[in-house]
Each structure stands twice: as C-alpha cells, then as structure tokens.
C-alpha cells in the first residue's frame, strides 16, 4: 500500500524532476543534450517535456532501428529540424554523421538523445561529438522529489522496500511486482543482449550475490568462486551491470602520498528496492529484522548523495574513505579544492556515541583537509553537535544544499 498521507488527488499530481533546469540551460547551449540512466528512470518523460516539439523516435522499434542501420543519410534528412532519439547507443553508425548534421547547422537543442548503457553512450559521444554534445545522468527520483508532491514513503522500511523508480509511484502497481518484472525484461534482457549469456540462472545468483555484498569492497575472487565462474568472467558481468546502472561502484578517495589507505571500490545498487528485491524482500515488514537492513539503508543515502550532484549537472565527486585497519567514512565528497564532506550512515533510530568514531578518526588523521562531518541516521532527530551534524532520514535538505550552493 502507498504511505497513508498520499491521496487520490496526489497520485496523479506530475512530479517535476529536478534535473530539469539544469537540461535546459543544457539545451540553450548545445546542439545535442545526451541523458543517460537506467531504463525505467524517466529519461523519455523529461525528454519529451523539455522538447515537445521536436519528433520522437525510438531505436527500440525494429523498423526504426533498421531504417537508422542501413541507411543513417536518409534518416536524419526526416528530422532536419531535430528530435528525440531513444536508446540511441542501439545504433552506433548513427553518431559520427550527427556529428555532420550539427555542424551544418548549429542550432541550439536540437537533438536530445538518450541510453540506457552509459559506456557505449559516452564513448560514441567522445568519439565523434565532443564539443557538441552536454551529458547528463538521470536516476530514478529522489527523496525529495517525492516529497514536495506528497508521495514520499512515510517509514524507511517502506522506502527501501518500494525503492524509487516512476513507475512505482506512476501507477497503481506492487512494488515487488513491478521490480521482478524489470529484473526479467530489462535486466535479462539488455545484459543477454552484450553479453550473449545462455546460462542464465548462473547470472541470476551472480546478480543476487552482488546485492549481499552491497557496502561491502568488491572481492571479484570472492564474488566468481561463489558463483562459480572464473574471475574475468566475473569482472565483465560487473562492468555490465555498471555500464546498464544497475550497480555503483563507488571508489575510495586517496592521494598519491596515502599508501595506508584502502584501493577497492564498494559495490552498492542504483536502487535500494532493486537491491531489497534481489535479497528476498517481498513486504516492508520483512525489513524489520533483516540482516542487510542496514546496507540497504546505506545503499540508499549512497545513491541520494550521487543524485544530488547528478542532478545539477555536477560530475560525481563521491568516494569513501577507508585505511586497512578499518577506519571508515561512508561517503566522503570534494565540493572544492581540498573541501570536503564526511558523511557517516547509520540506519538506527537512536544516536549512539560510537556512531561518530569514524567522523572523528578521520578528521584528526586529515588536518591538512576542511572537512565537515555530517551523520544520517534512520530516525526523526535532528542535532547540531560540535563533531557533527546529525539529520534525520527524512530531511536531508541541509546536507544537500552544502553540496550544491547555488
């Protein structure tokens, strides 16, 4: 069921995505604006809102895929005034004659193109665009998306369980429904596609254990023994997944002089119901004591923070800080040179004194750095501290906005 403050009326209010003006200064400045994201995250809808006038296709539809394929010339002689190019990355000859058709006539937000697979995108883009195009990264929504049409989870179990793709919150679906539904079309579906795999369930379980390891380094060895498969074959799964946003891999930050410092990325999921789903969750309920409760209460701060500054439009600076005796900062982010933000995440209710250990540890073993230490917790508290600031899960405006002054 939705949280009981959402009404009839607010189900089917419009959700403005905040990326929204950030792409259309984007549009006023490029020829091309490309947005990327995980299929589902609503890059047709905000597409289609910023250019309403432009044509829509998409190279999804066989047909269109094939007209595009075998003869690019001519398919883009029928929209000379621009449009809507869907999963572009399907046809990749498509790239290097736009890159002709924008120099011809440079007008300002003509093509917006959108993928799903950021890697392909990107390096097209590199290839044959670059200087002509602006990228942008939508995901699904933000917390705080939610909340200013009132449809916002009302309890943390429930955001994690229900996740924060549009479509769960655009229609009158189960949560659990609609995400195994997307793990068997888009999941199965796009990675078969790269990655020609005829054992599937092999990939499932290798998926399924990626979400149990979620705030966890990546140990490839690990993770293909457990699988049972080799460990290059297990490196290319995970690219995959990377490339199709289905994971983050969020690096460690370190300096070439900080050899004590942990080199292995951690692994999180773009979505926390994604990753809830993978573990078995079928109801908010069956969050309450589950063991993982507390990396997907990470994974979803994790994705919040990165959605901050992809949604302004701001390369992702967010890493963790970790050395090998297991000092730990869950997220740590440069907002300027040699300025940071430490962000510890803690799914508990009450505030505990060892919360701020890891805060306080690495503040001390950086002077040299400004850091501002913040903590997320699971509860309602707010507190101004002398080592922290500490904000509930449900307001995390504060912290935002430090990361993205305007």
Same mark, same amino acid.
């Given at each position: 069921?939705?949280?009981?403050?959402?009404?009839? +009326?607010?189900?089917?209010?419009?959700?403005?995505?905040?990326?929204?003006?950030?792409?259309?200064?984007?549009?006023? &400045?490029?020829?091309?604006?490309?947005?990327?994201?995980?299929?589902?995250?609503?890059?047709?809808?905000?597409?289609?809102?910023?250019?309403?006038?432009?044509?829509?296709? *998409?190279?999804?539809? !066989?047909?269109?895929?094939?007209?595009?394929?075998?003869? !690019?010339?001519?398919?883009?002689?029928? /929209?000379?005034?621009?449009?809507?190019?869907?999963? /572009?990355?399907?046809?990749? =000859?498509?790239?290097?004659?736009?890159? &002709?058709?924008?120099?011809?006539?440079?007008?300002?937000?003509?093509? #917006?193109?959108?993928?799903?697979?950021?890697?392909?995108? #990107?390096?097209?883009?590199?290839?044959?665009?670059?200087?002509?195009?602006?990228? @942008?990264?939508?995901?699904?929504? *933000?917390?705080?998306?939610?909340?200013?049409?009132?449809?916002?989870?009302?309890?943390?179990?429930? @955001?994690?369980?229900?996740?924060?793709?549009?479509?769960?919150?655009?229609?009158?679906?189960?949560?659990?429904?609609?995400?195994?539904?997307?793990?068997?079309?888009?999941?199965?579906?796009?990675?078969?596609? %790269?990655?020609?795999?005829?054992?599937?369930?092999?990939? +499932?379980?290798?998926?399924?254990?990626?979400?149990?390891?979620?705030?966890?380094?990546?140990?490839?060895?690990?993770?293909?023994?457990?699988?049972?498969?080799?460990?290059?074959?297990?490196?290319?799964?995970?690219?995959?997944?990377?490339?199709?946003?289905?994971?983050?891999?969020?690096?460690?930050?370190?300096?070439?002089?900080?050899?004590?410092?942990?080199?292995?990325?951690?692994?999180?999921?773009?979505?926390?119901?994604?990753?809830?789903?993978?573990?078995?969750?079928?109801?908010?309920?069956?969050?309450?004591?589950?063991?993982?409760?507390?990396? @997907?209460?990470?994974?979803?701060?994790?994705?919040?923070?990165?959605?901050?500054?992809?949604?302004?439009?701001?390369?992702?600076?967010?890493?963790?800080?970790?050395?090998? +005796?297991?000092?730990?900062?869950?997220?740590?982010?440069?907002?300027?040179?040699?300025?940071?933000?430490? %962000? =510890? %995440?803690?799914?508990?209710?009450?505030?505990?004194?060892?919360?701020?250990?890891?805060?306080?540890?690495?503040?001390?073993?950086?002077?040299?750095? *400004? #850091?501002?230490?913040?903590? #997320?917790?699971?509860?309602?508290?707010? +507190?101004?501290?002398?080592?922290?600031? /500490?904000?509930?899960?449900?307001?995390?405006?504060?912290?935002?906005?430090?990361?993205?002054?305007?």
């Amino acid at each position: 069921m939705l949280a009981e403050s959402t009404t009839q +009326q607010s189900r089917h209010a419009p959700i403005s995505r905040i990326i929204t003006e950030t792409a259309r200064q984007r549009l006023a &400045g490029f020829p091309i604006l490309s947005i990327t994201g995980p299929r589902q995250s609503g890059k047709t809808t905000l597409s289609r809102l910023l250019a309403p006038d432009l044509a829509y296709l *998409s190279l999804e539809d !066989p047909d269109t895929r094939a007209f595009a394929t075998e003869d !690019p010339r001519a398919f883009l002689r029928q /929209v000379t005034d621009g449009a809507i190019l869907d999963e /572009v990355q399907r046809v990749p =000859e498509l790239f290097s004659y736009l890159q &002709g058709v924008v120099d011809a006539d440079r007008r300002m937000g003509r093509f #917006i193109l959108t993928g799903s697979s950021q890697f392909e995108l #990107i390096e097209s883009i590199t290839q044959s665009l670059a200087g002509r195009a602006s990228m @942008l990264t939508l995901l699904p929504f *933000s917390l705080a998306e939610l909340q200013s049409v009132g449809r916002a989870p009302a309890t943390v179990d429930d @955001l994690l369980y229900r996740g924060l793709f549009p479509p769960i919150y655009d229609r009158p679906v189960e949560p659990a429904v609609w995400l195994q539904d997307y793990i068997g079309t888009y999941l199965e579906r796009d990675v078969r596609q %790269i990655l020609n795999i005829q054992d599937l369930a092999t990939f +499932q379980r290798f998926v399924q254990l990626c979400a149990g390891r979620i705030g966890q380094l990546v140990n490839v060895t690990s993770l293909a023994a457990d699988t049972g498969i080799t460990r290059v074959t297990a490196e290319s799964w995970l690219s995959v997944l990377e490339a199709s946003h289905l994971i983050l891999l969020v690096r460690p930050w370190f300096t070439n002089t900080s050899k004590r410092l942990i080199k292995t990325p951690k692994i999180y999921f773009t979505d926390p119901g994604l990753a809830a789903w993978l573990l078995g969750v079928r109801k908010p309920e069956h969050l309450t004591a589950h063991p993982q409760r507390g990396a @997907l209460f990470e994974n979803w701060v994790i994705t919040e923070l990165l959605k901050c500054q992809t949604n302004h439009g701001t390369k992702p600076t967010l890493h963790f800080l970790r050395d090998k +005796q297991g000092h730990e900062v869950d997220a740590f982010i440069e907002t300027a040179p040699n300025t940071f933000h430490a %962000i =510890e %995440i803690k799914s508990g209710e009450t505030i505990a004194s060892d919360f701020f250990k890891g805060l306080d540890y690495w503040r001390e073993k950086l002077p040299k750095q *400004s #850091i501002t230490p913040w903590l #997320i917790h699971g509860g309602t508290t707010r +507190q101004d501290r002398e080592n922290a600031t /500490v904000l509930p899960w449900n307001d995390l405006s504060p912290l935002l906005s430090a990361l993205n002054p305007s």
